[in-house]
């Protein structure tokens, strides 16, 4: 008896660790806006929101941090920092962005740029994704 009620008990909560994963998953790919644009043009995405752009890109917003100071006596503004998640058909590429230091990063393994154009709060963030130019060399 005490055998069977400790396999249930295991059951039950590997069967919770189960549908913990699969919510999660749920929420990160399944309940998200999504917004389709072309390359060059700019885009506002929520935390977990995603760009589809071209139709070789996604851009999704994974995380956003507020790193401004909360002390009425620092000085220095601080910045939000952006955690995104770059894929196109073959790879992916897990970039940071800031609204102050870091606006733009060049994707090299992917051919891409990405930049902050407009970061002013913590609930979004306007980027803009294009291609990266070919730099010929002689």
Same mark, same amino acid.
């Given at each position: ?18 549908? %913990? ?7 990160? /790919?399944?309940?998200? !806006?999504?917004? *389709? =644009?072309?390359? +060059? ?36 503004? %601080? ?7 770059? /894929?196109?058909?073959? !790879?992916?590429? *897990? =970039?940071?962005? +800031? ?40």
């Amino acid at each position: 008896m005490k055998s069977l009620v400790k396999s249930l008990i295991k059951l039950f909560i590997v069967m919770g660790i189960i549908v %913990g994963i699969l919510y999660g998953g749920y929420k990160i /790919i399944f309940d998200c !806006k999504a917004v *389709y =644009v072309p390359f +060059g043009q700019e885009f506002t995405l929520e935390k977990l929101d995603y760009a589809k752009v071209g139709d070789e890109a996604i851009v999704k917003l994974m995380k956003i941090e507020d790193f401004h100071c909360k002390d009425p006596d620092c000085e220095g503004e %601080g910045e939000y920092e952006y955690k995104v998640l770059v /894929i196109n058909v073959h !790879k992916l590429s *897990y =970039v940071k962005l +800031g609204s102050v230091a870091t606006t733009k990063r060049d994707i090299e393994k992917l051919g891409y740029t990405l930049s902050v154009e407009n970061a002013d709060n913590e609930k979004s963030v306007t980027m803009k994704l294009v291609r990266m130019e070919k730099k010929n060399v002689h």
